[in-house]
């Protein structure tokens, strides 16, 4: 199977307004935040995580979603948020905080919800999982073909959770893809001295499911296998897992002084950016021309800068709005 | 005319279940042996030959994977009833509870809905160790996001379990394992209660009156009605008439009934199965005083599992579970007539 050209612009549409999303935003994040890095103070409050380099593994499944397929992201959710469709503005303003935010301002950037689109976070590492197995016992339960996506990192499936529920889409034989990033880093400790396996994906096999290897944070090969995967889950085939070798161009969190990487790792990854290998692959396959993918990347632009200046211009909440919405 | 018959607590639950699994094909069980083995304590008796596999559905033991499950399908539109087997396992899954069900209403302002009904089996009093015999009530009724129900008698239990499932919140339903009527476990003769054929509610946060009386009020809820009540028999052969509330809810809580009848009596005894510090009965206790000070005219009094995990020996857990004769003493210290 290779990707219509349709897909390979909206991939690379989703690579960049995700890319461009998380660069504005480590410098949004800054702003209150000099000369003295207070995690609480500034525009931006709280945890950080951004997930620049990684966006080939939302991409590159996202693209064979419908809306009615449901996403549970991790910690490090914006690249999947846009990727599946997330409001962008109602998005930023959540992490910014205000009102208009998809909670009100009640969760900030790991718990991102848009029923619009079905897609939830949770900030526990491995535990979108498990409501991705219910989200797709509920669509099969009530004979609809949409299907699960749980993204988390290479940390996670060292988690119990994780293996739950691998074993319960396994022999319930659900329609799930389950999704690893693998950044090699579980925020300081690299995989190597976490995971007793270098591929997660031979875990597969033990919960009867088939196990894919993405290498090289490649978003064309991914494209292939998700596709395959998601064809299988919504034809009743049954769970895949997918491992994606990917990078994480930031620190863990915004102000991780990155002590336990060499200095050049990612210098070295940014010389084989996904992006950028895309944009040559349209280029040099005559898919397109640098002026169209310039209009796509401006386009991108355009929308992302809008959802910035829409959160700045959205109010804070009322204090005492934190006692609404406990219970519906 | 609509009937009703005698029946045990846990055959009222499963007539709950079944009647709001007929009305409602969303709504569907899962837990470790509720199908064939119809729960370990009963709670899903003749569901699995009604209903089927695919909507009564056992699980694997994986509670963080099922309970979590329940959860995301919750969200997706369907009304999971989720039974966790005994209460004490909920150390192994509780990120699922406290950290998704309980938040993801709050996180997303009301935009998405969590209606999961976890039910649960609670409490002691028949030797079975501290991992297997805790009530907990307060660890989920500490946690804000969480309905919490624990009813005594049958006719509660398939009201508040109708309410439960209907209710758009995630609802932690604890029965007592002592309370549910099975064949090989004691139950107290007030458990079984005529119950009505037809389907009914019970709305969540009104407490019950089970027997009036103008000297000391007695708080309870679940085993403890039982014991409550017993003590109000020896305590009118002393002179003193103690009026029973049945709290039936934790979250949420009926102040009010509490209130007003303390109002009325002057003396508070709160009776709880859970652990003495941190707990229910400190609750119900401040609730009164923080709003009216000056109604209580003796020291209010706490009758729970002291600090210490639940014992096994059955010396030793008789004299630490609250019953009627702990209660009863406390009652005639409140009212000075110890």
Known sequence: ?328 | MPSSRKLTVSRAMSEAIAQEMRADPQTFVMGEDVGAFEGVFDSTLGLLEEFGEERVRDTPISETGFIGAGVGAAMSGMRPIVELMFVDFIGVCMNAVYNLAAKNTYFSAGNCKVPMVLMTGTGGGYNDAAQHSQALHATFAHLPGLKVVAPSNAYDAKGLLTTAIRDDNPVVYMFHKGLQGLVWMASPAGAATEVPEESYTIPFGEARTVRSGRDVTIVAISMTVHGALAAAEELATEGIEAEVIDLRTLVPLDRDTVIESVKRTGHLVVADEDYRSYGLTSEVITSVVEAHPDYLKGPPQRVAMPDIPVPYSRPMEDAMLPNAERIASAARHTTGRG
Not at chain 1, 42 to 68: F, I, K, S, T, W
Not at chain 1, 112 to 128: H, K, Q, R, T, Y
Not at chain 1, 201 to 216: C, D, L, S
Not at chain 1, 237 to 249: A, S
């Open chain 1, 1 to 328: 199977m290779s990707a219509t050209k349709d897909d390979l612009l909206w991939m690379y549409a989703a690579m960049v307004k995700a890319r461009y999303y998380e660069d504005t935003m480590a410098t949004v994040y800054m702003e209150g935040k000099k000369p003295k890095f207070d995690i609480g103070a500034g525009l931006v409050p709280g945890e950080m995580h951004l997930a620049a380099g990684q966006e080939p593994c939302a991409a590159g499944v996202c693209v064979h979603l419908r809306n009615d397929d449901t996403v549970t992201a991790p910690h490090r959710p914006h690249h999947v948020a846009i990727a599946k469709g997330v409001d962008l503005n109602r998005m930023t303003a959540e992490i910014f905080g205000r009102v208009d935010g998809l909670g009100g301002g009640r969760g900030g950037h790991m718990h991102l919800f848009d029923p619009a689109v079905n897609f939830v976070c949770s900030g526990i590492i491995a535990e979108g999982a498990p409501p991705a197995v219910g989200a797709a016992l509920g669509a099969r339960m009530n004979g609809r073909d949409a299907i699960a996506v749980s993204y988390v990192g290479e940390g996670a499936p060292n988690q119990g959770g994780f293996h739950e529920a691998l074993n319960l889409a396994g022999v319930w034989q659900l329609p799930v893809v389950f999704i690893i990033e693998d950044n090699s880093w579980g925020i300081s400790v690299p995989k190597s001295k976490s995971t007793a396996v270098a591929d997660n994906a031979i875990r597969a096999p033990g919960y009867a499911m088939p196990g894919v290897r993405i290498e090289n944070n490649d978003v064309l090969t991914l494209y292939d296998a998700a596709a395959d995967a998601v064809a299988r889950a919504r034809a009743g085939q049954g769970p895949t897992l997918i491992e994606v070798e990917t990078y994480r161009y930031y620190g863990h969190f915004q102000g991780d002084p990155e002590i336990y990487r060499p200095k050049d790792e990612v210098k070295g990854l940014k010389a084989k950016d996904p992006i950028d290998r895309l944009y040559h692959y349209l280029m040099d396959n005559q898919i397109t021309d640098s002026s169209d993918l310039e209009a796509i990347a401006q386009r991108c632009r355009e929308e992302v800068d809008a959802a910035y200046a829409f959160a700045r211009k959205s109010p804070e909440p009322a204090p005492e709005a934190a006692l609404e919405h406990v219970f519906v």
